[in-house]
């Protein structure tokens, strides 16, 4: 008889907690420099609505980039295929915050999920309207994907990532400088910042993806995005999700996945479920330390990758 899928999830967290070696939290943005690395958590959602967690799945968490999978499902349904004139589809294979590909690539970003192509991203959504219209959709956008309206913006991590983006600056102003921005450096920075400062717990991050699952929907969930789209997205997790550690979480855990810097990621195994893990200290690539360990020890557990 196979293992409860709460039984492998109450494993796992303990298996976590006794790791000595959790990672490095983020420490570029002050306000996540201050999280506590000793905690962890992971939720699975399934497509029946059945919700199984383990560790601290009630705790809030600044999701960073992991909210660009949800900026791309705007754009998407927004633009379409235009978008890809301003974006590429390919793993860059550097670090998510690196300038280097887009002086000898004409200000085309390798892909939606780096810093550079995620600010693009913004910008489309962002179009000519007023950064606080576009946040209030893409806040409840994933507001009605997690079914759940208690998830917010934290202000004091923008603020945060603001005084210290020098970095999100340079990119746009790259960016603009080959015509590949349409609002001021600083309105796209600003918006991106308040973007990634979403902010959502465990359980709900695994709800809200549930989009990215496929397959059937029903009455009560119905579609937020084209199964085209849901394909799509889920083939850019694979292959750039993790930026320059995408082959190294794709060998081990054989999803799609998107990696934030406060520590989450989310995970779908496609038809079958939506996974969240969080845990706030990070490899050498960005990515949650013990975040990907887990997963790789669920999907090994489950059988549950594509491959
Ligand atoms: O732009 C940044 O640097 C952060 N707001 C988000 C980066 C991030 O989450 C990279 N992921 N592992």
Same mark, same amino acid.
């Given at each position: 008889?196979?293992?409860?899928?709460?039984?492998?999830?109450?494993?796992?967290?303990?298996?976590?907690?006794?790791?000595?070696?959790?990672?490095?939290?983020?420490?570029?943005?002050?306000?996540?420099?201050?999280?506590?690395?000793?905690?962890?958590?992971? =939720?699975?959602?399934? /497509?029946?609505?059945?919700?199984?967690?383990?560790?601290?799945?009630?705790?809030?968490?600044?999701?960073?980039?992991?909210?660009?999978?949800?900026?791309?499902?705007?754009?998407?349904?927004?633009? *379409?295929?235009?978008? %890809?004139?301003?974006?590429?589809?390919?793993?860059?294979?550097?670090?998510?915050?690196?300038?280097?590909?887009?002086?000898?690539?004409?200000?085309? /970003?390798?892909?939606?999920?780096?810093?550079?192509?995620?600010?693009? @991203?913004?910008?489309?959504?962002?179009?000519?309207?007023?950064?606080?219209?576009?946040?209030?959709?893409?806040?409840? !956008?994933?507001?009605?994907?997690?079914?759940?309206?208690?998830?917010?913006?934290?202000?004091? @991590?923008?603020?945060?990532?603001?005084?210290?983006?020098?970095?999100?600056?340079?990119?746009?102003?790259?960016?603009?400088?080959?015509?590949?921005?349409?609002?001021?450096?600083?309105?796209?920075?600003?918006?991106?910042?308040?973007?990634? =400062?979403?902010?959502?717990?465990?359980?709900?991050?695994?709800?809200?993806?549930?989009?990215?699952?496929?397959?059937?929907?029903?009455?009560?969930?119905?579609?937020?995005?084209?199964?085209?789209?849901?394909?799509?997205?889920?083939?850019?997790?694979?292959?750039?999700?993790?930026?320059?550690?995408?082959?190294? !979480?794709?060998?081990?855990? *054989?999803?799609?996945?998107?990696?934030? @810097?406060?520590?989450?990621?989310?995970?779908?195994?496609?038809?079958?479920?939506?996974?969240?893990? %969080?845990?706030?200290?990070?490899?050498?690539?960005?990515?949650?330390?013990?975040?990907?360990?887990? @997963?790789?020890?669920?999907?090994?557990?489950?059988? %549950?990758?594509?491959?």
């Amino acid at each position: 008889m196979p293992v409860p899928l709460q039984d492998i999830l109450d494993r796992i967290a303990t298996q976590m907690a006794a790791l000595p070696d959790k990672g490095q939290v983020a420490a570029y943005i002050p306000e996540l420099a201050q999280v506590d690395p000793n905690q962890f958590a992971i =939720a699975v959602a399934l /497509p029946d609505g059945q919700v199984h967690t383990a560790g601290d799945a009630e705790t809030r968490f600044s999701i960073q980039s992991v909210s660009k999978v949800f900026s791309l499902a705007l754009a998407l349904g927004r633009q *379409g295929d235009q978008l %890809w004139s301003r974006v590429g589809r390919e793993p860059s294979g550097l670090p998510f915050n690196s300038i280097l590909q887009l002086e000898h690539e004409g200000g085309i /970003p390798r892909n939606p999920f780096i810093n550079a192509g995620a600010l693009v @991203v913004t910008d489309a959504i962002l179009d000519r309207n007023q950064p606080r219209e576009v946040l209030g959709e893409l806040l409840r !956008f994933v507001q009605s994907a997690a079914e759940d309206s208690d998830i917010r913006i934290n202000e004091h @991590v923008a603020r945060s990532e603001t005084a210290h983006g020098d970095r999100n600056m340079a990119l746009a102003h790259f960016l603009a400088a080959h015509g590949n921005l349409q609002n001021a450096p600083a309105l796209t920075c600003g918006t991106y910042f308040h973007q990634c =400062a979403l902010e959502m717990t465990t359980r709900q991050l695994a709800l809200a993806g549930r989009f990215l699952i496929g397959g059937p929907t029903s009455p009560q969930f119905p579609q937020l995005i084209s199964p085209n789209s849901v394909r799509r997205i889920n083939a850019l997790m694979l292959t750039c999700g993790h930026y320059d550690g995408s082959g190294d !979480f794709a060998y081990r855990v *054989g999803l799609p996945g998107k990696s934030g @810097v406060g520590g989450g990621i989310l995970v779908i195994a496609p038809g079958r479920a939506s996974i969240a893990v %969080w845990s706030p200290g990070l490899n050498a690539q960005g990515n949650s330390q013990l975040g990907t360990l887990a @997963v790789e020890q669920l999907a090994t557990a489950t059988g %549950w990758s594509i491959f």
